[in-house]
């Protein structure tokens, strides 16, 4: 069982045919209501591949909150220990350019209603997971509490650091598995990364810090893992690009799937890396998110 503890937004989404700098207006085409949130995406993908995953997170008591919990539920996610929150359920504000790339504004809502009392509720849960995935759209207390459950019962954790914060060591030694973007990875380690050479500094200060496995995502430059064994770069499949909302969730979601099916990481990150392919080709978070079945007809399986 995985279990996945992190927010659940709606994505407000308008296409832009280029990001406005500041003081620039720009017109919209449409506004799509998408079901989304970090933690959201990353349980849907791996319902959708097939794994047997359980969301834990919170909506407000509204009809945004309805239509999330109703979109995992057709993802195949365990949708029992979703609760209600006074909050409003959370919001992110986005703009697709025509080239893919995508700027976003979250307001957190009911995500930041989840305290550690309410993790502490969820133990029997976490105790009971092969694998526990989180975000940082929730408190950190609340990931770093769930971390430590995790760790007491040999669960493996996998750590998305996103969005880029900093994080305490505490935080860092409980987590088996982070999965970091170079934007992450430069504020969490304190090294600029300019040449390849400082991305395995940065990656080697990570590990000084207690991270045991690192998963670096590098947009169309592939990925990069990195542990104490060594380091293996992996190329990014070649696609036309609509949407990136999405990518970095559903990368996280298929690495946790694999791993669960019993997969090494290594393996894992090439099934992750089609599956974050094919999600920039559709449009949305989670609608754009493949079942085992698309996945193979998009690799010509």
Do not use: H, W
């Amino acid at each position: 069982m995985i279990t996945v503890l992190g927010s659940l937004n709606m994505d407000l989404v308008t296409q832009v045919n280029i990001t406005p700098v500041v003081g620039e207006t720009v017109l919209g085409d449409g506004l799509n209501n998408i079901p989304g949130g970090k933690g959201g995406n990353q349980a849907a993908a791996i319902g959708k591949l097939g794994g047997n995953v359980r969301m834990l997170g919170k909506v407000g008591n509204d009809a945004y909150g309805v239509k999330l919990i109703e979109s995992l539920n057709e993802s195949g996610v365990n949708i029992e220990n979703i609760q209600k929150s006074d909050k409003s359920t959370g919001l992110a504000f986005i703009m697709v350019n025509n080239n893919g790339d995508n700027s976003i504004v979250v307001i957190p809502g009911a995500n930041f209603d989840i305290n550690e009392e309410d993790v502490l509720n969820y133990k029997g849960l976490i105790e009971t997971s092969d694998i526990l995935v989180s975000q940082l759209e929730t408190p950190l207390d609340v990931v770093e509490k769930s971390f430590e459950i995790a760790k007491k019962s040999n669960t493996f954790t996998i750590l998305n650091p996103a969005p880029a914060k900093k994080l305490n060591k505490s935080i860092i030694s409980l987590t088996d598995l982070l999965t970091p973007n170079e934007s992450e990875l430069e504020l969490l380690s304190g090294i600029k990364i300019n040449t390849e050479n400082d991305l395995l500094d940065a990656c080697e200060a990570m590990l000084n810090s207690g991270v045991k496995n690192l998963i670096v995502t590098l947009g169309e430059k592939g990925s990069l893992f990195y542990n104490s064994e060594g380091y293996e770069k992996f190329e990014a499949l070649k696609v036309k690009a609509i949407d990136t909302t999405a990518a970095g969730d559903s990368f996280t979601g298929a690495i946790a799937f694999c791993v669960d099916n019993g997969e090494s990481i290594k393996d894992a990150i090439k099934t992750a890396t089609n599956v974050a392919a094919f999600s920039v080709t559709k449009k949305g978070a989670q609608s754009s998110l493949p079942t085992l079945e698309e996945l193979k007809e998009f690799m010509g399986e």
